[in-house]
């Protein structure tokens, strides 16, 4: 069965660089939630989007901006990068805005800001 | 504010052993309760999903429980092997969000 695809898998980027996290979620999965967990941490809510529209916001910084797109897949938008912001970063999708059947998570992409 | 705690943080068992591990929730106005596995440094693996109107799931050798009135769940997991170790999530889902616990850390000795 097809399961949530992240790309890249690993992105490493300097300090005050830009990258962009992209997430397909299961087909007609229409709900998309981005987290990022940092070493040793639990995942932390960052951003979700309910048929192409922001549903909630969690945790986000100021310096990252994410959309979901007609095809319901996202990008997670990262400018000005700290050290801090390394991670993994997991995005997971459900159908329906109230996960009502639960999430599905993709692998994550891990970014290592150097 | 809804909080998930998860005991114990971190479990060591021998083999074999039949296990359990607990999560508590402060808020039981939630849809369902997933559970995950995590190995290190990879993604989230769904094990089992709770939905409000049932009591337990169970999927091979595991099996989740949940009291909402308690706010409690528990997963069980039977006739425990190496490959099980993992770190093992609990996770609350609400109207539009899923709020984890910090995990325990399951390490089964061979």
């Known amino acids: 069965a097809a399961g949530v695809i992240q790309s890249p898998r690993h992105l490493i980027k300097e300090k005050r660089e830009t990258a962009t996290l992209k997430c397909y979620p299961i087909?007609?999965?229409?709900?998309v939630y981005w987290y990022q967990q940092g070493p040793g941490q639990d995942p932390q809510f960052l951003i979700s989007f309910y048929e192409k529209m922001q549903s909630d916001k969690g945790s986000i910084p100021d310096r990252f901006s994410a959309q979901q797109f007609s095809d319901y897949h996202s990008e997670l938008n990262m400018s000005s990068l700290e050290l801090g912001d390394s991670a993994l970063y997991f995005c997971?999708?459900?159908?329906?805005?109230?996960?009502?059947?639960?999430?599905?998570f993709g692998s994550g992409t891990r970014l290592t800001v150097v | 504010k809804q909080e998930v705690t998860q005991i114990p943080a971190a479990l060591s068992v021998p083999e074999g052993e039949n296990l359990v591990l607990n999560c508590s929730f402060t808020d039981s106005a939630i849809y369902n309760l997933q559970w995950f596995r995590q190995d290190p440094g990879k993604g989230l693996t769904s094990l089992l999903l709770?939905?409000?109107?049932?009591r337990e799931q169970t999927s091979g050798r595991l099996n989740a429980s949940l009291d909402k009135s308690s706010g409690r769940s528990t997963l069980y997991i039977a006739a425990s092997q190496p490959g099980d170790s993992a770190t093992y999530l609990c996770a609350v889902i609400e109207d539009d969000k899923i709020i984890f616990g910090k995990g325990t850390r399951l390490h089964i000795l061979p």
């Open positions: 087909p007609r999965h229409d709900t």
């Open positions: 997971a999708s459900s159908l329906g805005g109230g996960g009502n059947y639960g999430y599905t």
């Open positions: 709770i939905q409000s109107s049932q």
